[in-house]
């Protein structure tokens, strides 16, 4: 269903370059075609015609774009980050070495008392 949604909003957009670039303007594709839009359907009834033309393009182009991403969207309703979903995917159970233990005993040395002074 993405796929054929992606494919129909490739060629809305291509229409809608086209459709933008026959727009009668300062130029255009228009005028490069020898103004064959004007001859088809006249001189104001082409003008009209593109421009509803290019809103309807447009329209659907957004819609198109909206619902693409509203459907392939993520399915999840976990609100946690992309970062602890990979760390809790990559946790490795490690057991803890008892690496620093306190010492038993004392640890402070007892001063020695040598009171001999030569």
Known sequence: MVQFLIVLHTLVSILLIFAILMQSGQGGLNSMLSGTANSMLGSTGANDFMTKLTTWLGITF?????????????????????????????????????????????????????????
């Open 62 to 118: 957004i819609g198109l774009a909206i619902l693409i991403g509203a459907l392939s969207g993520n399915k999840t309703l976990n609100s946690s980050s992309i970062i602890q979903q990979d760390a809790i995917s990559n946790a490795v159970e490690n057991d803890i070495v008892e690496e620093y233990a306190l010492p038993s005993g004392n640890l402070i040395p007892e001063a020695t008392s040598d009171t001999s002074t030569e």
